[in-house]
């Protein structure tokens, strides 16, 4: 028998996206069920058992047409269907199914960049050189659409459809195949499951086009990002100027447009999007969106189970890791078959000069390049000018509604985050209400600039914001003004792990370290859709000019880096399996800056980054493309995992259709093939074992090399891995011994594989437990 998910117990989530729309959500009335892989490879008998299950249940044929939204029968089998709460659990009793789950509303998680991480194509042996640019690949991209006359998506150079490739341009409003090219080679969009929540969009209102076309930017910008073509002098608003390009700029892009501007992204939408990937022919996907924790398992999570069957046919899946950071544990898109994806910085930044009244000056950032700003005005502190029957707290982080319209018209006002105000743009809005001047917003250190760009914004850290407060104290008549905003690059110590990046462990599977890896996701620029609703300021005030390319940050941002580092590693690497890939990234990726020193992970405090930050680190290019070592898996490695998690094995056989002969142990789990060893409760001693396949010269002699977690001791047998001719896999056993007996935390070490070209090195990670911890007071 199936089981079933009710809409509470999956825990149904509201959507936040950039443009801060929220949406009430009542229990879900669109499920989907999961019956796991085909039966039959033909469509057409799969969609017919789909309508017949719903026939019986629903008691006619007439009923399940109106009841079905899709049927999933290209790279999976099941279908979603508006269904109430007792049906849904008949349906779960249906010999087949593995898994009957509501509907959930996910939500959406340039110039410098690609230089930054020296994919350039100067560098002759470069991974840019050798994969051409990404030609021959296709980069599939589930989110908000694509907005094709993007100087981005002009097909210049690019060769010809593949016979391969099965999609289609899926018309709409606003878009018809003609908005296909050489560069854009398909195109769909889904909305069933989002309207049988939410009723139907209402195109008129100009929020939203029924159609590919994107009308938030999102889905522009993380497509361009991946693998946009090359656009001379780029910019957001006179920032940032220069040349933006997509990692993969020669790869084919596959839109798939899942997510809405209105609130968010329907996972019954998801999963047909996944359906639809597997038939067309992608050989990535880039999929920026997720839910945040609590996390669903993995047979809930449509995320987790469309991707599961896109992996098994060797399509690598690339998410990001949410932006719920810097708490730990808040790390999603957690399944081991995915890359995931943190977000860091980059060195460029964006300085704005503050000088006060007495000629001292504090440095802040801000996007702000309009006018009004270098001139001198009043500051003043937002507590000092409360409104009548307003908390002074609350007016000092300058929260809506109050600061008095009075005292505030015509000067800037100094606002400090709190606990309960965290937001630059709702300071401004606050600010621009009242007729104030500009703001100043004094908060945790980050290089992430979340001022708005259509109002005098600066943002700067507390101690700058303390020594314009005590100036405000220490003069009669304070006055502030604004240098222009300007792009400055190479100082800036990079990368760092961006303040808002989820971190790990992961809460559903902590032994599998996630996230994955980190890449560029702050204040990166990339094509926008000039329709964008999501202003950060909505005033008749502040009305401007669309523009075509947008700075935005985000783990959304990082993960289309991935993206197209995957689609050039695919073209030079193409019989590699996506964990292959993945674990180039991984046993490659650099834990220091670019002056050698430690990377730092953003937080309050700023602290050393470790593997729950970065993964196996900031990922480099170049290297992934000859690792020398690769940790590899099959997905009979996965069904093993989700075994041993638990989970019920006649559902797990019928993900797969074929038996796996596992067993139904914790040592499962940490002996999966990772690029990573995380033990998340050793109490004394164990050992676990990996093996890894030799990609590099196929005479090599590779030696380990130990960098022990803190308390623990680690020893590596066998000690040194020969490869020759017939010798290309080898197992080696790692055991870990604590040396401590009181309760631990989670402490961090390496374990390298050398042979003097290569270093393999993948993160172990380790926490103490004591099996008497927990005692009776005598």
Not at 176 to 183: E, L, M, T
Not at 430 to 439: D, E, N, P, Y
Not at 706 to 732: D, E, I, M, R, Y
Request: glycine share 8%.
């Amino acid at each position: 028998m199936a089981s079933f998910s009710s809409p509470w117990a999956c825990g149904v989530v509201l959507a936040l996206l950039p443009s801060f729309f929220f949406l009430a959500l009542a229990a879900s009335n669109v499920y989907i069920v999961y019956m796991g892989e085909r039966h039959t490879d033909q469509p057409n008998l799969l969609e017919d058992s789909h309508h017949q299950i719903l026939s019986d249940i629903l008691g006619s044929k007439e009923s399940a047409k109106e009841s079905i939204l899709y049927s999933y029968k290209h790279g999976l089998s099941g279908f979603a269907a508006v269904l109430s709460q007792s049906q849904a659990k008949l349906i779960a009793d249906v010999p087949g199914v593995v898994r009957v789950v509501p509907n959930r509303i996910l939500s959406l998680h340039t110039t410098r960049s690609w230089d930054f991480l020296h994919v350039k194509p100067q560098i002759v042996d470069g991974i840019l050189s050798r994969s051409h640019s990404g030609i021959g690949t296709i980069i599939g991209v589930m989110d908000t659409g694509i907005w094709p006359e993007s100087e981005s998506f002009k097909d210049k150079g690019m060769g010809k459809v593949p016979s391969r490739w099965k999609g289609i341009c899926q018309e709409g409003e606003g878009f018809n195949r003609s908005h296909c090219n050489r560069k854009i080679i398909g195109a769909r969009w889904y909305v069933k499951g989002y309207e049988a929540e939410f009723g139907k969009l209402d195109p008129s209102d100009g929020v939203e086009f029924m159609s590919p076309r994107d009308a938030s930017g999102h889905g522009s910008h993380t497509s361009s990002t991946a693998s946009g073509a090359l656009v001379e002098n780029a910019n957001f608003r006179g920032l940032a100027q220069g040349l933006a390009r997509g990692g993969a700029s020669s790869s084919w892009l596959a839109i798939y447009k899942v997510c809405w501007a209105t609130g968010g992204c329907s996972s019954a939408d998801l999963l047909a999007a996944f359906d639809d990937a597997i038939f067309d022919g992608v050989n990535v996907l880039s999929v920026s969106l997720g839910s945040p924790p609590p996390l669903s398992t993995y047979v809930d999570d449509t995320l987790a189970i469309g991707s599961f069957h896109a992996v098994a046919r060797g399509i690598s899946v690339v998410c990001s890791a949410g932006n719920s950071g810097p708490y730990p544990q808040t790390v999603i898109n957690t399944a081991p078959w995915v890359i995931t994806v943190a977000a860091s910085t980059i060195d460029r930044d964006f300085p704005s000069v503050v000088t006060m009244g007495n000629n001292q000056t504090v440095v802040g950032q801000s996007f702000y390049t309009g006018r009004k700003v270098n001139k001198f005005h009043p500051i003043v502190y937002g507590e000092d000018i409360a409104a009548t029957d307003v908390d002074e707290n609350s007016a000092g982080s300058c929260d809506l509604e109050t600061l008095n319209a009075t005292l505030a018209r015509g000067k800037i006002v100094l606002c400090f985050q709190s606990r309960s105000q965290r937001s630059a743009a709702i300071a401004s809005r606050s600010v621009l209400k009242v007729k104030g001047a500009g703001v100043i917003f004094a908060q945790f250190p980050t290089k992430d600039v979340s001022c708005p760009w259509s109002f005098p914004c600066v943002q700067l850290d507390f101690a700058a914001g303390t020594s314009l407060l005590t100036y405000i104290a220490a003069s009669r008549n304070p006055v502030v003004k604004f240098s222009f905003s300007k792009t400055v690059t190479g100082q800036q110590l990079a990368p760092e792990v961006a303040y808002f990046s989820s971190r790990g462990p992961s809460s559903l599977s902590p032994s599998v370290l996630k996230p994955d890896i980190a890449a560029p996701g702050v204040d990166i620029l990339a094509s926008w859709s000039p329709a964008s609703s999501s202003k950060p300021l909505d005033s008749p005030q502040n009305k401007a000019s669309p523009f075509n390319f947008k700075l935005d940050s985000g783990t959304s941002m990082a993960c289309p880096h991935i993206s197209g580092i995957v689609a050039l590693l695919k073209g030079i690497h193409p019989t590699w399996s996506p964990a292959a890939i993945k674990s180039a990234l991984v046993t490659t990726a650099s834990v220091t800056d670019e002056y050698g020193q430690n990377t730092v992970a953003e937080g309050a405090p700023h602290k050393q980054a470790d593997p729950f930050d970065y993964g196996g680190g900031h990922v480099d290019p170049n290297k992934a493309l000859s690792p020398g070592l690769i940790y590899d898996m099959e997905i009979s490695d996965y069904v093993c995992f989700l075994y041993a998690m638990g989970y019920n094995s006649t559902a797990i056989s019928l993900m797969t259709r074929v038996r796996t002969p596992c067993r139904k142990s914790a040592k499962v789990l940490l002996n999966l093939n990772l690029p990573s060893i995380t033990i998340p409760e050793l109490k004394q001693r164990l050992t676990v074992s990996r093996t890894v396949t030799n990609v590099g010269p196929i005479n090599s002699v590779y030696f380990a090399r130990v960098q022990a977690p803190a308390g623990t001791h680690v020893s590596v047998k066998p000690s040194n891995l020969s490869f020759n001719s017939t010798t290309k896999k080898l197992k080696f056993k790692v055991t870990i011994c604590a040396q401590l007996k009181v309760q631990g935390r989670y402490s961090f070490g390496n374990l390298y594989w050398e042979d003097g070209i290569h270093v393999v090195r993948i993160p172990l990670t380790v926490r103490i437990i004591i099996n008497d911890y927990f005692y009776t007071e005598t």
